[in-house]
């Protein structure tokens, strides 16, 4: 099972952080270890004084690929939920200096959090995906897919040209603005806006 992450992939986002934005989407992986499930705690780690949260739409992959075209990327997912791509933002600021790969920063153990799957039908509305991050109650990131520089069709079109996908895999499709450090004691939730205009919180995580 691959966590395949895409960067920079709403406009706003990319310049909150004085990045350029991309041409390509921006491809970079977590390894399994990193996947935090089932509303568990995050416990802050010791190598980071900055962890930020980067609430992302995540994709599950329902089918093997590899060079899908266009007209059939939709066939490659069916589910959707919230995660968090937690990013020891200190590491990666040195990493990006050096020009070096980012792994450390990204890929720790339990960076990926991940919330409960729903069908892609009950959100998809034009294609649209409304979410919304709470921290300690108030709204801290709000994000549409339509706002996407890259659509999730897009994205499994283009990783299908250097990765075969797998039934399993899971792509965070990039984060809104609005990222920003997290404390021990804080408390997350990721909301998803469904068709039929009720809110629902997919994801629960405590930092401790
Ligand atoms: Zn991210």
């Known amino acids: 099972m ?14 909150e952080l004085s990045n350029p934005v991309p041409s390509k989407p921006l491809v970079f ?12 705690p995050f416990y802050y780690p010791e190598f980071s004084n900055d962890v930020h949260y980067e609430l992302e739409v995540v994709l599950k992959i329902t089918k093997n690929g590899k060079h899908v075209q266009p007209e059939f990327a939709a066939n490659y997912y069916h589910e959707v939920t919230l995660g968090i791509d937690f990013t ?8 990006k ?19 409960n799957f729903v069908e892609i039908g009950e959100v998809w509305k034009k294609g649209n995906v409304e979410f919304e991050l709470k921290k300690n109650g108030e709204t801290v990131q709000h994000g549409n897919t339509r706002d996407l520089i890259f659509p999730f069709d897009h994205l499994i079109v283009y990783i299908s040209k250097y990765f075969k996908l797998q039934m399993g895999d899971l792509i965070y ?13 804080d408390h997350l939730e990721g909301l998803i806006h469904k068709n039929d205009g009720s809110v629902e919180r997919l994801l629960d995580c405590e930092i401790k």
């Open 2 to 15: 691959k966590i395949i992450c895409i960067g920079r992939n709403y406009v706003d986002h990319a310049k």
């Open 29 to 40: 992986m977590k390894p399994p270890s990193a996947l935090l499930v089932n509303d568990k």
């Open 88 to 95: 020891a933002r200190d590491i990666q600021s040195e990493l």
């Open 97 to 115: 200096r050096k020009g070096h790969p980012w792994e450390i920063a990204k890929g720790f153990d339990h960076s990926a959090v991940l919330g």
């Open 173 to 185: 499709t990039g984060t809104p603005a609005g990222v920003g450090p997290v404390k021990i004691g």
